[in-house]
């Protein structure tokens, strides 16, 4: 048996950044140990309900899971070893950590987890960007925490955001050298993208604050590079960290040989993955569903034993087509036929073929990907595959 | 006359827009009986979606009551009516099946435009009309003020107002016995061959065109074999039947009765509204009056977003003009657009309408040009043009003049409104022939001016003007010389003839630079640069750039979150349906209507 994936979701942080809309609760929530409490009877639950099978890859995600106390950690790996199987062991265990929450003591609990891969939420590397991002870690942070993980035998990805209000492309270059001179295994870079709707999260917090946050995002979009900057910083971005020798391997993440996350491809390879927590999206048997993103709703949910809310919209061959778009490799059409059927093949085949996408996709016998530009265009190309 | 000819009232019931109409006629329906209480909800007769969302009735809609009077059993056949100026024609239909109307007047808002209007047409048609002071439930009223208009524009006395409310159901019964002793029993012949009036129809997809008539000579049977008089289709009768307010199916109709012949005919040229049903075998020998045709009043381009769906857009008008005999429709090319149809309307309103039916009943993507009013090109070699799409405005080398349409318009407003009504009107070019009291307190305005003028929203500047206060109304004057040029306009260096306009020469440069202004901000980004031109006589007056799209990309998958992506996706593909593929670019439905705009400020 393969097994299945598993992700996480550990909503709390130290601060909320202004620009986030993650399932994310302040650290001091009163909701929390109710939270760690329900999130261990979902893995228990959904564990004996799959057959306790096999994980192949885990992933704990936040919010900043680096914040928990040790105890807490263990508390979490107690349930995550009654739930599944853990022989043979996972291939791959994430945790993501803020560089600025990040100890020994704390490191040392997640190894005991299994943890194997420490993606750090550096965002950018130099005292001016953090600034333009709200964030409240120091540049110096990084380099402390990717030698702390080294130590304990971890491979390091680093998540950088570009974009923010006022960046220049030469700035955007120091970020990426500063960066790429720590080697990290994997590199994720994302587009600040300024979400103008309150988003459900904002509840978890007391207060709310829509409010500010709105005055705050929108003070930043007025002064962020406009579209063809953005554009041209993700140019840089491919350029430039093919040259250091990683693979753009999807549309927002590179890797080193061999090092390509192995738990979000489970995503774009369309298999089947549990996520429990607050806001966690599973595919499992062909369904997707999620659990809400209110800390108060999920933990009502797990207490009352209510299922996740299944995605009624879902469609099995425009979501499994998006999603293989989106890495290098790309979809292969005859494989698509075999497992999808005649019908599916033509219906993306029809699609990729419209005016729309020219020069946005290419064609290499039955094999379509999407080229540099389709890349940071990408959402044209998915648009033709809405019905 | 027979007995039972006798004892048949057919009325309608008119008013101005909002002034309780339809609810009027839910009192009606209940204390009548025509409806159960359990099956009774508010306004019954607005059965329409769109009439429901709007507020308003669109259709006319005729329902069978019985009532009694002096132990006697009476036959009534309702006709509630709409407001809207747009459907004066549903209107002027519906008194020609009646011989008595009663005319509501809100008691908040007294003698409107629509009320004076439709006044007159059944005035002119004859009609006994029982004036009615309505919603007299509402607080602070002023009754006497009321009746004082209805004294001195109309000439009723105060012995003929009634007073009602179709909230309480206050006075309800007081007019239906009003109907009995006022309204004569339809004259006509019961022993002559059949003649009914088709006042309506409806498309009915099991009894194909189900015509409404009104039966003015002889008597109708199901199973007898029909004749349309104007087109001469001959039908044998599935079914007929009352409304009340469904179809209920009777054997016959009699002399004076209202009601439905399910005619089996399956296309709207074979049964036109205002042709008279005769008998095949025993035919009459003269039609009946019949209506004058609907007058379009504006006229615009629509056509399917998709090419493949031109088929099913002729269908649905086809299918939509039973239920709505004011709609015409011709076949129609555009360079830009494709194959479509070039309709006719009476007003914005219809127009609107006719374009969410299309949408809602017929599932189609649609765009529609602006609206134009239709002129009339005189050329040098003396032809006499009728223009009605501006992108075919002859070159003006070949042009002796242009007329355009103008209108007669009255509008009655509170006098301390009276100076921006004026105000407004001058900007509009307008002209003042009467100023006139309704009453101490109210002015009525008449004025000509040109329909391009009136359509481009001068209502709604109206109503802001005079605090909501203000009513209007309008009806063809005649045409007048107009000095206009045809503003063109070039969308990535091809010419767009739907988004031609024709303006007035010396506001014309003014208008070029607005609409391309204007356009700039409505056609979303392409993946490559789109220049936009306005050009006048072939010489570009204004040009702006619509700059390339470069990033449109979710860069997060986080969590495999694809729910949230999905949704964003939908909403960016439900946005390119409502776009026009014109070349290569994406123009969606609202930079078709910005034309409509042209010379007004960009915001
Ligand atoms: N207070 C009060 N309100 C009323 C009365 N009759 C109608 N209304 C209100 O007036 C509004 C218009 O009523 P309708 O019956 O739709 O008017 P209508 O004349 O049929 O309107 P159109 O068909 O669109 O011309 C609604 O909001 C009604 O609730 C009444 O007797 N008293
Ligand atoms: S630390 Fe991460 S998850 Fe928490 S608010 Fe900031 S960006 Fe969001
Ligand atoms: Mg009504």
Not at chain 1, 80 to 94: D, I, K, S, W
Not at chain 1, 252 to 267: D, F, K, P
Not at chain 2, 543 to 556: G, I, P, Q, S
Request: charged content about 25%; some cysteine.
């Amino acid at each position: 048996m393969r097994g299945i994936s598993l992700y996480v979701h550990l909503p709390f942080c130290a601060a909320r950044c202004p620009y986030c809309d993650f399932a994310t609760a302040p650290a001091s929530s009163a909701l929390r140990a109710r939270y760690l409490g329900a999130l261990a009877t979902e893995i228990a639950r959904e564990g004996a309900a799959l057959g306790r099978p096999r994980l192949r890859t885990i992933f704990v995600g936040g919010g900043t899971p680096s914040l928990l106390d040790p105890p807490e950690v263990a508390r979490l790996d107690a349930a995550l070893r009654a739930g599944f199987a853990h022989r043979p062991r996972p291939r791959e265990v994430t945790v993501e950590a803020n560089p600025a929450t990040l100890d020994r003591a704390r490191l040392e609990a997640w190894r005991e987890l299994g943890v194997t891969r420490l993606s750090l939420g550096a965002q950018s590397l130099s005292a001016r960007g953090l600034r333009a991002l709200g964030r409240t870690h120091q540049p110096e942070d990084v380099p402390a925490a990717v030698e702390a993980a080294r130590s304990l035998g971890l491979r390091v990805a680093i998540d950088l955001i570009f974009g923010w209000p006022g960046q220049s492309v030469g700035e955007w270059r120091e970020d990426l050298d500063t960066a790429v001179a720590l080697g990290p295994d994997h590199l994720s870079c994302y587009p600040l993208e300024l979400e103008l709707e309150p988003e459900a999260s904002i509840a978890n917090w007391p207060g709310a604050g829509w409010k500010g946050l709105e005055r705050w995002r929108r003070t930043a979009a007025a002064c962020q590079p406009d579209d063809r900057g953005l554009a041209v910083l993700y140019a840089v971005a491919q350029r430039y960290l093919a040259r250091a020798g990683y693979r753009h391997y999807e549309i927002s993440n590179w890797a080193r040989e061999g090092s390509i996350c192995l738990h979000n491809s489970t995503y774009w390879r369309n298999g089947p993955w549990l996520g429990v927590g607050a806001g966690a999206h599973s595919h499992l048997g062909g369904v997707r569903s999620c659990r809400p993103v209110s800390l108060a709703r999920y933990i009502g949910d797990i207490e009352r034993d209510a299922p996740r809310i299944v995605d009624q919209g879902a469609d099995e061959t425009v979501d499994a087509a998006i999603l293989a778009l989106r890495l290098d490799t790309g979809i292969d059409l005859a494989r698509f036929a075999l497992r999808r059927g005649a019908d599916a093949r033509e219906r993306v085949a029809r699609a990729l073929g419209a005016t729309g996408v020219v020069g946005l996709v290419r064609w290499s016998g039955d094999r379509v990907t999407l080229t540099p530009r389709g890349r940071i265009l990408a959402s044209e190309v998915f648009v033709q595959l809405i019905p | 006359m027979s007995d039972a000819q006798q004892r048949i009232r057919n009325f309608c019931v008119i008013a101005h827009v909002d002034h309780g109409k339809t609810t009027l006629s839910d009192r009606l329906l209940e204390l009548t009986g025509t409806v159960a209480a359990r099956e009774m909800h508010p306004l019954m007769l607005d059965s329409m979606p769109l009439e429901r969302e709007k507020g308003i009735t669109i259709k006319a809609r005729a329902v069978r009551m019985s009532w009694t009077y002096a132990d006697e059993a009476y036959e009534l056949n309702l006709i509630d009516t709409p407001g809207h100026v747009d459907f004066n024609y549903e209107v002027s239909r519906s008194l020609a099946a009646c011989e008595g109307a009663v005319l509501l007047v809100d008691v908040s808002q007294g003698i409107e435009a629509q009320t004076l209007a439709n006044a007159y047409l059944a005035v002119e048609q004859g009609l006994e009309i029982i004036p009615v002071i309505n919603k007299v439930d509402l607080p602070n009223i002023d009754l006497e003020l009321v009746r004082e208009d209805l004294r001195s524009t109309l000439g009723f006395k105060d012995e003929e107002i009634l007073l009602a409310s179709g909230k309480t159901g206050l006075g309800v019964r007081a007019i239906l016995d009003a109907v009995v002793t006022r309204v004569p029993p339809p004259r006509g012949d019961g022993a002559a061959p059949l003649r009914a009036l088709i006042f309506d129809s409806h498309y009915d997809q099991y009894r194909g065109v189900v015509a409404h008539v009104r039966v003015v000579d002889g008597s109708v049977a199901v199973g007898d074999r029909t004749l349309l008089m104007a087109t001469d289709k001959a039908s044998e009768l599935l079914e007929l039947g009352i409304f009340a307010p469904d179809a209920r199916p009777r054997d016959r109709l009699l002399t004076g009765e209202v009601g439905y012949l399910a005619t089996g005919l399956k296309t709207v040229l074979d049964c036109r509204v205002g042709d008279t049903v005769t008998s095949a075998d025993a035919p009459a020998r003269e039609p009946l009056h019949g209506y004058r045709p609907a007058k379009p009043m504006v006229f615009a381009g629509i056509y399917p977003t998709r090419s493949d769906d031109h088929p099913a857009l002729r269908d649905a008008l086809e299918k939509l003009k039973l239920n709505d005999a004011s709609l015409v429709y011709e076949p129609e090319t555009s360079q830009a657009l494709g194959f479509g149809f070039r309709c006719g309307f009476l007003g914005l309103l219809h127009m609107e309408i006719v374009q969410e039916r299309l949408e809602r009943e017929y599932d189609l993507d649609i765009i529609a040009t602006a609206p134009s009013v239709e002129y009339q090109v005189l050329t040098t070699r003396g032809a006499e043009v009728p223009i009605d799409n501006p992108a075919m405005l002859p070159d003006p080398t070949t042009t002796a003049e242009v007329r355009e349409p103008w209108m007669k318009v009255t509008i009655i407003v509170p006098s301390q409104h009276v100076g921006p009504v004026m105000e407004l009107a001058q900007g509009k070019r307008a002209t003042l022939v009467e100023m006139t009291y309704v009453d101490p307190t109210r002015a009525m305005l008449r004025y000509d001016m040109p329909l391009s003028e009136v359509i481009v929203d001068f209502y709604d500047q109206l109503k802001s003007r005079s605090q909501g206060y203000a009513s209007l109304d309008y009806e063809m004057a005649g045409y007048r010389a107009a000095d206009v040029v045809l503003l063109e306009v070039l969308v990535a260096g091809v010419p767009v003839d739907a988004l031609s306009t024709i303006v007035h020469r010396e506001r014309a440069a003014y208008a070029g630079r607005n609409l391309v202004t204007k356009l700039r901000g409505l056609i979303p980004r392409q993946q490559f640069d789109v220049p936009i031109q306005a050009a006048i006589g072939g010489k570009i007056v204004s040009r702006e750039t619509v700059k390339a799209l470069r990033k449109n990309v979710l860069a997060k998958c986080y969590g495999g979150d694809i729910t949230r992506k999905r949704k964003l996706l939908e909403k960016q593909k439900a946005g390119k349906k409502r776009m026009k593929m014109v070349g290569q670019v994406e123009i969606p439905q609202e930079a078709f209507l910005a034309v409509l705009r042209a010379d007004e400020d960009a915001p």
